[in-house]
C-alpha cells in the first residue's frame, strides 16, 4: 500500500481556532467549508508560491511539485496540482488533518480527480484514524483501483470504519505515486453521509509538546567524533532508561529527554564537553540509594551476561561517569513494574511497553530518527535471547548505522535503513510492518504475474496464480528465470539480501521468492523476462499483476482436511489444515498404518506439541530448553526448566513410524512441533533447512509506524543444541530438484513413503 499520510501541521483546532469552529458549527455552511478549505480556495504565497491556506505538502524540487493551478480545476478558482517529472517511487502528498467527529460509523472522503500520463505507480485519495498515541486505527487508499493514464475528471472515495471513543485524529488527502500529473479539487468529508461540516467533532486535540519538535535542528556534520559521541550517547541512553530507578518508574518521557540532549550533543565541539554534558543529565536524574540485595541471580542459571556497549571500556568516558554509572548498575532494584519492559507471563518473551509509535509522523526528522536507531538497538542489546549469534559485532551496527539514520532526509531512506537494521540480527521472526506504507511502494504494488521457489538456487516458475493463466503457454512450471529487467537474478538477489531479514540463506530466499519480497514486485506494469527452459534462453515482456490480487491465491498444498490416508496403508497429517478435534478421528483411522507422514513444510493451524505427542510416544520425555530475559538484571538471559510431552507408560501409542516433513516455510510454531514430535521413538526429520525461528515473538515499536519483531525467547534441544539460525535438527537432508519441479513430483514426499514402504 502506499500512505503518504499525516503530516504534523498548523492544526485547524488550536484552542482558538477550536472555540471559533465549534460555536459556529451550526452556522452559515460556507462560513464552516472555509475553515477546512476542501476545495483549495483559501490560498497563502509561501516562499513566492501559492499553497493551499491549512493543508500540509512537501516542499517543491526539480523533480516533484505540488501547487496551487488556477487554470486546471474542476470548480471554483483554484485546484491542487501534483507533478512528477521523474519516475520517482516516493509518494507526494497533501495532508488535513482534524479532530474527529463525536459518533458515526463510516468516515468517507469525496472529490475530483483529473490524471495526465501517469505511469508507474498511481494517483488516489486516502484517509485513517489515529488514537492518542498515534497508532493507525483505520486506514484505506486508493492502492486496488489507483488512477493511471490520461483521465478527464471523475469522482473517487474512500471510507473507513470509524471509532469514535478512540479516534483522536482525522487525516487525510492526495497522494501521487509515480511520473506525471494529476489536479485534485472540491473534496467531500463524511460522516454516516452527512458533511463533517453539520457534525460536531471533539473539542481540540491534546496540547503538543513542543519539545518533540526538533524540524529546527540541523543535522551534525557527520566526523568520526561525532559519530563517538552519538554512539555513546545512544548506549548510554539505553542503559539508563532500562536501569536507573527513576526512568524505570516512568519518572520521566525517555524519549523526551532524548530530544532535549540531542542539540546538546550535536553542538558539543569536544570529548570533554560531550562529557560534561553527560554527567550533568546523570546527575540531573537524582542519587541512587545502595541495595544489598540487588542483582541476586544464580549464575549458574545465566545463560548471557548483560553487556554495555562501550560504556564501561577504560578511556571512553570519563572516570567520574564511569563511577556514577557503575553505581547506577551495581544497586540496579528489581523491579516487575518497569516502565518500559515487562514479560509474558509463564512463557518469558519481553514486552516493550510505553514506546509512542509516532505514527502520524510521515517526514521523521532527525530526533525521530535516531530515536528509532537507539530504540531498536538497545532493545536487542538487553533483551534479544540470541544477541550471542549475531555474526558481527552488535556494538559496531551502532556506529555504522548513525551516519545512515542522519543522512535519511527523506521517508523512503529511513524506511530501508530500519529494514536493513532489523536485518543485522538474522532472525526471520524479524517481521516488518509500515503502517504508512512506503515500503509497499518501494517494493511495487505490480508483481511478476506466477509463482515461484528457488530450486537448486535457481529461481523457477512453480504455479500460476487465478488472474495470470494467460501466462501459461509462455511459461512453464520448471522454467528457470535467468534475468528480471535486464539485471541477472543471482545479481538481484545478492543486492536484496540485506533488506530481507532471515535466519539463514534458505530463509531469505525463500521470502525472496514471494509476494513478500522485493525480487518479483515493481512500480513498472511490464516486465522484462530472461528464462531458461529445457536449456533455450528466451526473452519474455510480460505484464505485472496487481500484488494485492495474490494475496488470495493459495501458496500451500491444502488437501480437503488436514489427514487422510496415501497408498492405504501411511497416514498423512497436514497441519496447516488441521483442527483441534481431528485428533479424534485421526487415533482410529490411522492405528493400522505402516506409518504416518506429518507434513510440517506449513503453519499448524492447531497447537500439537502435547495432544499429538501424547498420541505417537510410549512416555514422557523432554523436547525443549528454554532462555529467556530478567527484570532481575536487564540485559542477562537465563536459563528456564526443560518441558516435556508424552505419557508416562502408554502402552496405546502409535506403532508405525513416523516421518516429519521440513522446510524453509518450517517457521517457528512448526518448528518447535517438529521438535516436540521427533522424540517419538524411531522418528525422522526429513528435508532441508527450517526458517531458524523459534520462540515466541516480542513486537518492537518505531516511530513513524513501523512495527518490527524478534524471537522473545530462546529455543534449545535439551542437549543445549541451537535451534535459532541452524534450524531443526534434520536426520536425513533432501531438497527438490529441477527436474522432479518439472515432472510435477513431491519428491521429499515420495522419500518418506518409500521409507515408510520399506519397513
Same mark, same amino acid.
Given at each position: 500500500?502506499?500512505?503518504?499520510?499525516?503530516?504534523?501541521?498548523?492544526? /485547524?483546532?488550536?484552542?482558538?481556532?477550536?472555540?471559533?469552529?465549534?460555536?459556529?458549527?451550526?452556522?452559515?455552511?460556507?462560513?464552516?467549508?472555509?475553515?477546512?478549505?476542501?476545495?483549495?480556495?483559501?490560498?497563502?504565497?509561501?516562499?513566492?508560491?501559492?499553497?493551499?491556506?491549512?493543508?500540509?505538502?512537501?516542499?517543491?524540487?526539480? !523533480?516533484?511539485?505540488?501547487?496551487?493551478?488556477? +487554470?486546471?480545476?474542476?470548480?471554483?478558482?483554484?485546484?491542487?496540482?501534483?507533478?512528477?517529472?521523474?519516475?520517482?517511487?516516493?509518494?507526494?502528498?497533501?495532508? =488535513?488533518?482534524?479532530?474527529?467527529?463525536?459518533?458515526?460509523?463510516?468516515?468517507?472522503?469525496?472529490?475530483?480527480?483529473?490524471?495526465?500520463?501517469?505511469?508507474?505507480?498511481?494517483?488516489?485519495?486516502?484517509?485513517?484514524?489515529?488514537?492518542?498515541?498515534?497508532?493507525?486505527?483505520?486506514?484505506?487508499?486508493?492502492?486496488?483501483?489507483?488512477?493511471?493514464?490520461?483521465?478527464?475528471?471523475?469522482?473517487? #472515495?474512500?471510507?473507513?470504519?470509524?471509532?469514535?471513543?478512540?479516534?483522536?485524529?482525522?487525516?487525510?488527502?492526495?497522494?501521487?505515486?509515480?511520473?506525471?500529473?494529476?489536479?485534485?479539487?472540491?473534496?467531500?468529508?463524511?460522516?454516516?453521509?452527512?458533511?463533517?461540516?453539520?457534525? @460536531?467533532?471533539? !473539542?481540540?486535540?491534546?496540547?503538543?509538546?513542543?519539545?518533540?519538535?526538533?524540524?529546527?535542528?540541523?543535522?551534525?556534520?557527520?566526523?568520526?567524533?561525532?559519530?563517538?559521541?552519538?554512539?555513546?550517547?545512544?548506549?548510554?541512553?539505553?542503559?539508563? *532508561?532500562?536501569?536507573?530507578?527513576?526512568?524505570?518508574?516512568?519518572?520521566?518521557?525517555?524519549?523526551?529527554?532524548?530530544?532535549?540532549?540531542?542539540?546538546?550533543?550535536?553542538?558539543?565541539?569536544? *570529548?570533554?564537553?560531550?562529557? #560534561?554534558?553527560?554527567?550533568?543529565?546523570?546527575?540531573?536524574?537524582?542519587?541512587?540509594?545502595?541495595?544489598?540485595?540487588?542483582?541476586?541471580?544464580?549464575?549458574?542459571?545465566?545463560?548471557?551476561?548483560?553487556?554495555?556497549?562501550?560504556?564501561?571500556?577504560?578511556?571512553?568516558?570519563?572516570? &567520574?561517569?564511569?563511577?556514577?554509572?557503575?553505581?547506577?548498575?551495581?544497586?540496579?532494584?528489581?523491579? &516487575?513494574?518497569?516502565?518500559?519492559?515487562?514479560?509474558?507471563?509463564?512463557?518469558?518473551?519481553?514486552?516493550?511497553?510505553?514506546?509512542?509509535?509516532?505514527?502520524?509522523?510521515?517526514?521523521?526528522?532527525?530526533?525521530?530518527?535516531?530515536?528509532?536507531?537507539?530504540?531498536?538497538?538497545?532493545?536487542?542489546?538487553?533483551?534479544? @535471547?540470541?544477541?550471542?549469534?549475531?555474526?558481527?559485532?552488535?556494538?559496531?551496527?551502532?556506529?555504522?548505522?548513525?551516519?545512515?539514520?542522519?543522512?535519511?532526509?527523506?521517508? &523512503?531512506?529511513?524506511?530501508?535503513?530500519?529494514?536493513?537494521?532489523?536485518?543485522?540480527?538474522?532472525?526471520?521472526?524479524?517481521?516488518?510492518?509500515?503502517?504508512?506504507? +512506503?515500503?509497499?511502494?518501494?517494493?511495487?504494488?505490480?508483481?511478476?504475474?506466477?509463482? !515461484?521457489?528457488?530450486?537448486?538456487?535457481?529461481?523457477?516458475?512453480?504455479?500460476?496464480?487465478?488472474?495470470?493463466?494467460?501466462?501459461?503457454?509462455?511459461? *512453464?512450471?520448471?522454467?528457470?528465470?535467468?534475468? /528480471?529487467?535486464?539485471?541477472?537474478?543471482? &545479481?538481484?538477489?545478492?543486492?536484496?539480501?540485506?533488506?530481507?531479514?532471515?535466519?539463514?540463506?534458505?530463509?531469505?530466499?525463500?521470502?525472496?521468492?514471494?509476494?513478500?519480497?522485493?525480487?518479483?514486485?515493481?512500480?513498472?506494469?511490464?516486465?522484462?523476462?530472461?528464462?531458461?527452459?529445457?536449456?533455450?534462453?528466451?526473452?519474455?515482456?510480460?505484464?505485472? /499483476?496487481?500484488?494485492?490480487?495474490?494475496?488470495?491465491?493459495?501458496?500451500?498444498?491444502?488437501?480437503?482436511?488436514?489427514? =487422510?490416508?496415501?497408498?492405504?496403508?501411511?497416514?498423512?497429517?497436514?497441519?496447516?489444515?488441521?483442527?483441534?478435534?481431528?485428533?479424534?478421528?485421526?487415533?482410529?483411522?490411522?492405528?493400522?498404518?505402516?506409518?504416518? /507422514?506429518?507434513?510440517?513444510?506449513?503453519?499448524?493451524? !492447531?497447537?500439537?506439541?502435547?495432544?499429538?505427542?501424547?498420541?505417537?510416544?510410549?512416555?514422557?520425555?523432554?523436547?525443549?530448553?528454554?532462555?529467556?530475559? #530478567?527484570?532481575?538484571? @536487564?540485559?542477562?538471559?537465563?536459563?528456564?526448566?526443560?518441558?516435556?510431552?508424552?505419557?508416562?507408560?502408554?502402552?496405546?501409542?502409535?506403532?508405525?513410524?513416523?516421518?516429519?516433513?521440513?522446510?524453509?516455510?518450517?517457521?517457528?510454531?512448526?518448528?518447535?512441533?517438529?521438535?516436540?514430535?521427533?522424540?517419538?521413538?524411531?522418528?525422522?526429520?526429513?528435508?532441508?533447512?527450517?526458517?531458524?525461528?523459534?520462540?515466541?515473538?516480542?513486537?518492537?515499536?518505531?516511530?513513524?509506524?513501523? *512495527?518490527?519483531?524478534?524471537?522473545?525467547?530462546?529455543?534449545?534441544?535439551?542437549?543445549?543444541?541451537?535451534?535459532?539460525?541452524?534450524?531443526?535438527?534434520?536426520?536425513?537432508?533432501?531438497? @527438490?530438484?529441477?527436474?522432479?519441479?518439472?515432472?510435477?513430483?513431491?519428491?521429499?514426499?515420495?522419500?518418506?513413503?518409500?521409507?515408510?514402504?520399506?519397513?
Amino acid at each position: 500500500m502506499i500512505d503518504a499520510c499525516c503530516i504534523y501541521i498548523n492544526r /485547524i483546532a488550536t484552542p482558538i481556532l477550536a472555540a471559533l469552529l465549534i460555536s459556529s458549527l451550526f452556522s452559515c455552511h460556507t462560513r464552516i467549508e472555509s475553515k477546512y478549505n476542501l476545495s483549495f480556495e483559501q490560498v497563502e504565497k509561501i516562499n513566492d508560491t501559492l499553497h493551499p491556506l491549512g493543508w500540509q505538502i512537501p516542499e517543491g524540487n526539480a !523533480t516533484h511539485a505540488v501547487n496551487i493551478d488556477s +487554470t486546471v480545476k474542476q470548480e471554483g478558482r483554484y485546484s491542487l496540482r501534483f507533478t512528477k517529472n521523474a519516475r520517482d517511487i516516493n509518494a507526494i502528498v497533501s495532508v =488535513k488533518e482534524i479532530a474527529p467527529p463525536l459518533a458515526g460509523k463510516t468516515l468517507r472522503l469525496s472529490g475530483y480527480i483529473k490524471s495526465e500520463d501517469v505511469l508507474d505507480g498511481f494517483a488516489g485519495l486516502w484517509i485513517r484514524a489515529d488514537d492518542e498515541n498515534q497508532n493507525v486505527l483505520a486506514f484505506n487508499n486508493m492502492y486496488d483501483k489507483g488512477i493511471s493514464g490520461t483521465n478527464d475528471w471523475q469522482k473517487y #472515495s474512500v471510507e473507513i470504519p470509524l471509532d469514535p471513543a478512540r479516534a483522536e485524529r482525522i487525516s487525510f488527502g492526495a497522494l501521487f505515486a509515480g511520473s506525471g500529473k494529476i489536479w485534485v479539487d472540491n473534496l467531500q468529508l463524511t460522516i454516516d453521509d452527512t458533511l463533517i461540516t453539520d457534525v @460536531p467533532l471533539k !473539542t481540540i486535540f491534546k496540547k503538543k509538546d513542543t519539545s518533540f519538535n526538533l524540524s529546527g535542528i540541523a543535522p551534525p556534520k557527520i566526523t568520526p567524533d561525532k559519530i563517538k559521541q552519538l554512539t555513546n550517547l545512544g548506549m548510554l541512553w539505553g542503559f539508563l *532508561k532500562y536501569y536507573h530507578p527513576r526512568v524505570a518508574a516512568g519518572d520521566y518521557n525517555w524519549d523526551k529527554e532524548l530530544f532535549r540532549m540531542l542539540p546538546k550533543v550535536f553542538s558539543a565541539s569536544s *570529548k570533554d564537553e560531550f562529557n #560534561s554534558e553527560m554527567e550533568i543529565w546523570v546527575d540531573e536524574l537524582g542519587a541512587v540509594q545502595d541495595c544489598r540485595d540487588c542483582n541476586v541471580l544464580d549464575r549458574s542459571k545465566i545463560k548471557l551476561m548483560p553487556s554495555f556497549g562501550y560504556l564501561f571500556n577504560d578511556g571512553n568516558l570519563t572516570s &567520574s561517569l564511569i563511577s556514577r554509572l557503575a553505581k547506577i548498575r551495581d544497586n540496579y532494584d528489581d523491579r &516487575s513494574s518497569h516502565y518500559y519492559i515487562s514479560q509474558v507471563e509463564h512463557i518469558g518473551n519481553p514486552i516493550f511497553k510505553n514506546e509512542l509509535a509516532f505514527g502520524s509522523s510521515y517526514y521523521l526528522n532527525i530526533g525521530l530518527r535516531l530515536l528509532a536507531l537507539y530504540r531498536y538497538w538497545n532493545s536487542i542489546q538487553y533483551f534479544f @535471547p540470541y544477541r550471542h549469534l549475531i555474526k558481527e559485532d552488535w556494538n559496531e551496527v551502532l556506529v555504522e548505522f548513525i551516519p545512515k539514520f542522519v543522512q535519511a532526509s527523506i521517508r &523512503s531512506e529511513y524506511v530501508l535503513a530500519c529494514l536493513e537494521l532489523t536485518g543485522r540480527i538474522q532472525d526471520t521472526h524479524a517481521y516488518f510492518q509500515d503502517q504508512i506504507g +512506503t515500503l509497499d511502494s518501494l517494493k511495487g504494488m505490480l508483481i511478476i504475474p506466477f509463482k !515461484t521457489k528457488f530450486i537448486e538456487r535457481k529461481l523457477l516458475v512453480t504455479g500460476y496464480y487465478k488472474d495470470s493463466a494467460e501466462i501459461k503457454p509462455l511459461l *512453464k512450471v520448471g522454467d528457470i528465470i535467468e534475468g /528480471i529487467d535486464g539485471i541477472k537474478t543471482d &545479481s538481484l538477489v545478492e543486492q536484496l539480501l540485506k533488506f530481507t531479514p532471515g535466519s539463514n540463506r534458505d530463509a531469505q530466499l525463500e521470502q525472496l521468492s514471494s509476494n513478500k519480497g522485493f525480487l518479483l514486485r515493481s512500480n513498472n506494469p511490464d516486465v522484462k523476462l530472461l528464462t531458461r527452459s529445457k536449456g533455450k534462453l528466451t526473452e519474455h515482456v510480460i505484464k505485472r /499483476i496487481p500484488v494485492r490480487s495474490t494475496y488470495t491465491s493459495s501458496n500451500a498444498n491444502v488437501i480437503d482436511r488436514g489427514y =487422510k490416508k496415501l497408498n492405504g496403508d501411511i497416514g498423512y497429517i497436514y497441519p496447516a489444515s488441521l483442527k483441534e478435534s481431528d485428533i479424534e478421528s485421526i487415533k482410529p483411522l490411522f492405528k493400522n498404518t505402516k506409518g504416518l /507422514i506429518i507434513d510440517l513444510r506449513c503453519y499448524p493451524s !492447531t497447537f500439537m506439541p502435547f495432544t499429538y505427542g501424547s498420541w505417537l510416544k510410549q512416555t514422557s520425555s523432554p523436547f525443549v530448553h528454554f532462555t529467556s530475559i #530478567s527484570l532481575k538484571m @536487564p540485559g542477562a538471559i537465563v536459563h528456564r526448566k526443560n518441558i516435556s510431552n508424552g505419557t508416562f507408560c502408554n502402552n496405546d501409542f502409535y506403532k508405525g513410524k513416523v516421518i516429519i516433513l521440513v522446510n524453509a516455510s518450517t517457521i517457528s510454531q512448526a518448528e518447535y512441533t517438529t521438535m516436540a514430535l521427533s522424540t517419538v521413538q524411531g522418528s525422522l526429520v526429513l528435508g532441508s533447512t527450517t526458517a531458524g525461528a523459534d520462540g515466541d515473538i516480542s513486537e518492537i515499536t518505531l516511530p513513524g509506524g513501523i *512495527k518490527t519483531s524478534i524471537s522473545g525467547t530462546g529455543v534449545y534441544y535439551p542437549d543445549g543444541t541451537e535451534t535459532q539460525q541452524t534450524g531443526v535438527k534434520i536426520d536425513i537432508s533432501l531438497r @527438490p530438484t529441477i527436474e522432479g519441479i518439472r515432472s510435477g513430483r513431491d519428491e521429499v514426499l515420495e522419500k518418506a513413503m518409500d521409507l515408510i514402504s520399506e519397513k
